[in-house]
């Protein structure tokens, strides 16, 4: 019973020529929907298509501009190395000339030295000798008469 009364009002609905032009305009707003989501999906995509390509392209410039900067940071490297290694080998030169002028100088100083010393030790020998005789002469006679009474008694 209900279905039939329902089904009288589905048709007297359906007859009423209002309820048809709503439902036709109902049609064309969902036709128009759809194609308007169809065209707004395919220009969205369009537009993340070219968001990603404009992305890649900045990405690829980026990479460009690092690996230009790499190369160069790599060869600003290799002439401070190369510079540094030269004044290096520069400073390890001089170090050796400097050593060899101080040893040569060592060398000079220790014989004016030495030289000095050994005039001072004749002079001073000399000089110690004729004081230090006088005072060994006492010792040494001492020494002396009991070296010949030992050698004597021998």
């Known amino acids: 019973m209900a279905s039939t009364a329902f089904q009288k009002i589905l048709n007297n609905l359906s007859s009423n020529k209002n309820v048809q032009s709503l439902l036709e305009s109902f049609q064309t707003l969902s036709d128009e929907i759809k194609k308007r989501e169809a065209e707004l999906k395919g220009a969205f995509d369009q537009k993340k298509d070219e968001k990603l390509e404009q992305a ?42 400097a050593k ?13 030295i030495f030289s000095k010393q050994a005039k001072k030790k ?20 001492k020494a002396a008469t009991t070296r010949k009474k030992t050698s004597k008694k021998a």
């Open 56 to 97: 890649w392209q900045k990405y690829q410039e980026i990479v460009k501009v690092l690996s230009v900067s790499e190369e160069k940071l790599e060869k600003e490297v290799n002439s401070t190395l190369s510079k540094i290694k030269k004044s290096a080998d520069s400073l390890e030169k001089n170090i050796v000339v």
């Open 100 to 112: 060899k002028r101080a040893l040569a100088k060592k060398a000079e100083l220790e014989k004016k």
């Open 122 to 141: 004749t002079t001073k020998k000399a000089a110690k000798k004729a004081p230090a005789k006088t005072t060994k002469k006492a010792v040494t006679k």
